[in-house]
């Protein structure tokens, strides 16, 4: 079992920034992929940003280059750093982990990018 606690979110003005954390129940070092997703309403949930327990990482076209997911295997939690954020960007956030097959979803924080 693992649980996900995300954080972070809320409304911001276009061009801004904002940093959601998920923290995990266990040490993701042993778990194999942990994401964040995104659902905007009337729209399929879809991958964001991805990180491996090795590092490696995967982004969705849309945020190259203006968001980067990151980790800190000390503190059990995962990062994404959105920069120049856009309105299209609204959705709710959600930290989701494949550990080794079995998957595991937190409850999703709101990001509002709205003037």
């Known amino acids: 079992q693992v649980q996900l606690v995300e954080s972070g979110g809320g409304l911001v003005q276009p061009g801004g920034s904002l940093r959601l954390s998920c923290a995990a129940s266990?040490?993701?070092?042993?778990?194999?992929?942990v994401g964040w997703y995104r659902q905007a309403p009337g729209k399929e949930r879809e991958l964001v940003a991805m990180?491996?327990?090795?590092?490696?990482?995967n982004y969705a076209d849309s945020v190259k280059s203006r968001f980067t997911i990151s980790r800190d295997g000390a503190k059990n939690t995962v990062y994404l750093q959105m920069n120049s954020l856009k309105p299209e960007d609204t959705a709710v956030y959600y930290c989701?982990?494949?550990?080794?097959?079995?998957?595991?979803w937190g409850q999703g924080t709101q990001v509002t990018v709205s003037s």
């Open positions: 989701g982990a494949d550990n080794w097959g079995n998957i595991y």
């Open positions: 266990r040490s993701i070092d042993s778990i194999r992929t």
């Open positions: 990180i491996t327990s090795v590092g490696i990482t």
